[in-house]
């Protein structure tokens, strides 16, 4: 099915542990986003990219790390997991077009124990 | 920097109209983005205002003003699956700069 997905859904991991969130588009858009959302600060931007090979920072990128080999992969990797990245990642992706709609992913709740 | 405002939580009757109000003070603004978020799920798309006034889409609509960086989002003839967040989205060179969200709750 043509879309927007991520993997996995669910994860709990242990401090200090690397984890990595993956997500994948069908619809060869340009840009990809990543957000983590958390009780009373909304959607917060990571990472995002423009096109393969291009990421710039977001908001809140300390900690994470991201890659863009392919238009349609865009995968997040915390590489020494912290109890204060326990939080709700969503992927999203949007055409080129200054107006086109970011798409979201359904999401993957994170556990950091 | 970003900074848009809306409120925490509105409650509605099942029928009724409801307005959620985004206040935005953002830099290099293109737009204004409204989204829909029921609990446990993806946001979704609900409206795009780039000019001043009002966009209709059946029984919701949603205005702008740039210059008073102003939004709301109106939702009529409420129904119980309306129950959801709304989120309040900037945009800004291809970004989006979201509010905390409006959780508005529709009661029988």
């Known amino acids: 099915d043509a879309g927007i997905t991520q993997s996995p859904r669910y994860k709990i991991t242990e401090t200090g542990r690397q984890v990595t969130l993956m997500c994948h588009q069908t619809w060869s858009h340009s840009y990809m986003f990543w957000y983590r959302q958390d009780l009373g600060h909304g959607l917060r931007l990571i990472y995002y990219s423009a096109a393969a090979d291009i990421t710039d920072k977001g908001e809140v990128p300390d900690g994470y790390v991201v890659s863009r080999s392919k238009t349609e992969n865009f995968p997040l990797t915390l590489e020494s997991a912290t109890r204060s990245q326990t939080s709700v990642y969503f992927c999203?992706?949007?055409?080129?077009?200054?107006?086109?709609?970011?798409?979201f992913g359904p999401g993957t709740r994170l556990t950091v124990l | 920097g970003q900074n848009i405002d809306q409120p925490t939580e509105m409650t509605a009757t099942e029928g009724a109209i409801v307005q959620i109000n985004c206040t935005y003070q953002?830099?290099?603004?293109?737009?204004l983005f409204w989204y829909q978020q029921h609990a446990g799920e993806a946001p979704t798309f609900l409206s795009y205002n780039v000019l001043d006034g009002l966009e209709e889409k059946g029984r919701f609509s949603s205005f702008l003003s740039r210059s008073k960086g102003y939004s709301y989002l109106l939702l009529k003839e409420l129904q119980m699956k309306d129950s959801a967040s709304y989120l309040c989205?900037?945009?800004?060179?291809?970004?989006?700069?979201f509010g905390a969200g409006t959780t508005v709750t529709v009661r029988a």
């Open positions: 999203a992706s949007k055409g080129a077009g200054g107006a086109d709609t970011q798409y």
């Open positions: 953002t830099s290099g603004f293109n737009g």
């Open positions: 989205a900037s945009s800004n060179d291809y970004k989006l700069s």
